[in-house]
Nanobody, 116 residues
Framework: QVQVVESGGGLVQPGGSLRLSCFAS????????MGWYRQTPGKRRELVAT???????AYATSVKGRFTISRDNAKNTAYLQMNSLKPEDTAIYFC??????????WGQGTQVVVSS
């Protein structure tokens, strides 16, 4: 069983930066594709960014050029560097770890609030 734990959320002013971390337990981290998603009340969870086990990345249009996803397999951790934050980035951010053809493992989320 893989456990996924997000951290690094908080309150930041518009234009500021945050780095979220996502730790996934177990010895198979390097085999997982990792993804960051976000959700606000009353809305569906939306994809923010993904990184394959080979390091290929993809981003939602709304965050492209501002957010960067990365991974450190030695630390079993994926990151989401968020720059130039906007109030509309306020959400709960979730991380998942996924193997092809299997149900992904999700964390409990970390709250990000962008407000002055």
């Amino acid at each position: 069983q893989v456990q996924v734990v997000e951290s690094g959320g908080g309150l930041v002013q518009p234009g500021g930066s945050l780095r979220l971390s996502c730790f996934a337990s177990g010895s198979g981290f390097s085999s997982y594709a990792m993804g960051w998603y976000r959700q606000t009340p009353g809305k569906r969870r939306e994809l923010v960014a993904t990184i394959t086990r080979g390091g290929d990345t993809a981003y939602a249009t709304s965050v492209k050029g501002r957010f960067t996803i990365s991974r450190d397999n030695a630390k079993n951790t994926a990151y989401l560097q968020m720059n130039s934050l906007k109030p509309e980035d306020t959400a709960i951010y979730f991380c998942n770890a996924a193997l092809a053809g299997e149900i992904p493992y999700w964390g409990q989320g970390t709250q990000v609030v962008v407000s002055s």
